[in-house]
């Protein structure tokens, strides 16, 4: 693979870049930070990217993307839940067709299969079509069918915001404390209940420490609590760097339970590899591409087959940490900007690598 020279990634002709929702960090949802670190490494690669956000991400769109010469959109099929969502979706349609016909690059960034909620499915749907379209590149976290076919499809997994000194070196005599760990936001998507329905007909996963942690939503915390039985920890609040350093260091496993009908991606899946302990996940999305291409993830097909997979890795849950910060030092959010900057060249410089 060859870097763009210091010249090339300050090419004022096509260096202005909006990123969409341009919205502060607390504005997302549960906190994700992703737009802000993308919007910073784009413009540490040279990019003008403005460094206003707004409270109203489809207003500044409007106002802005027109004079931009690349505009990413990140969960744009988001937008029919918010307030006059409906009419603004039609309406952005239309504007991002109108400002690619006069020469404004656009790059989806294609976080999700679908939607995780059902409100306006259809509409959703339609969206995501539309981008699927009218994108000059798609980009995904993990290996997608539906788009996978398509020309102008690009893989490029999960930028990594963890450096290689900062993956933990486990201590191979320690005995771990925490059996199975669920951190990152708590919402209904992710399987959490699901799974402590699955653990409360399974005496052998009562028998496990099982912690789960992160920040709830008031409903479906007291629908947790009902199901959790006495070898589970819920904690609901958000957690602190410092705070999920020390849980990976008592960790045996990490796990995700994510429902595999929507999931692609996961930023917390990427944020995990710090603990260098190994990952149970479901069978989809970049789960399945790290399972075959890392090995860091060992793979279920169905929430009972969590118990055999602890019996069969309970010795084996350490990762080699030369691989893990070798995988980590090669997927940061700088490389990610660098490979969106070898995209919208004009002429393109090299096919991506």
């Not at 060859?2 to 969409?20: F, G, M, W």
């Not at 692609?264 to 590899?273: P, R």
Request: net charge neutral; with cysteine; charged share 20%.
């Amino acid at each position: 693979m060859i870097s763009l020279t210091s010249k090339a990634l300050n090419d004022p002709a096509r260096r202005s870049a909006y990123v969409y929702p341009n919205v502060p960090v607390d504005s997302m949802g549960s906190g994700n930070p992703y737009i802000e670190r993308l919007r910073e490494a784009l413009r540490a690669q040279g990019m003008d990217v403005e460094a206003a956000v707004s409270t109203n991400a489809f207003a500044d769109l409007i106002r802005n993307g027109y004079s931009s010469d690349i505009v990413i959109l990140n969960w744009l099929e988001d937008l029919p839940s918010r307030r006059l969502g409906v009419l603004q979706s039609f309406i952005l349609m239309a504007y991002l067709f109108l400002i690619r016909v006069r020469g404004t690059s656009l790059i989806w960034i294609k976080h999700n299969k679908v939607s995780h909620t059902q409100r306006w499915f259809g509409l959703r749907k339609m969206i995501q079509r539309f981008l699927q379209r009218h994108a000059d590149h798609i980009i995904v976290h993990a290996l997608d069918e539906e788009t996978a076919g398509l020309g102008k499809t690009v893989f490029l997994p999960h930028p990594c915001t963890v450096t290689p000194a900062e993956i933990l070196v486990p201590d191979e005599d320690m005995e771990p404390e925490i059996d199975l760990l669920i951190w990152g936001s708590l919402q209904p998507y992710k399987g959490v209940l699901e799974f402590l329905q699955s653990v409360g007909k399974d005496a052998f996963m009562q028998t496990l420490r099982i912690h789960i942690v992160g920040k709830c939503k008031p409903d479906y915390w007291r629908q947790l609590n009902e199901h959790a039985g006495k070898n589970v920890r819920l904690t609901n609040t958000f957690i602190g760097e410092d705070e999920i350093r020390e849980l990976f260091r008592r960790t045996r496993f990490i796990l995700f339970t994510y429902n595999k009908k929507s999931v692609l991606s996961s930023g917390v899946l990427m944020d995990s590899l710090v603990a260098c302990k190994r990952i149970f996940a479901p069978d989809c999305g970049a789960f399945r591409d790290m399972a075959e291409q890392q090995q860091f993830v060992t793979l279920f097909s169905d929430l009972s087959d969590i118990a055999g997979l602890y019996r069969n890795n309970v010795d084996n849950f350490i990762l080699n940490h030369e691989v893990v910060s070798s995988f980590v030092a090669q997927n940061s959010w700088y490389s990610m900007a660098e490979r969106i900057g070898r995209l919208t060249c004009h002429p393109p410089l090299l096919p991506l690598s």
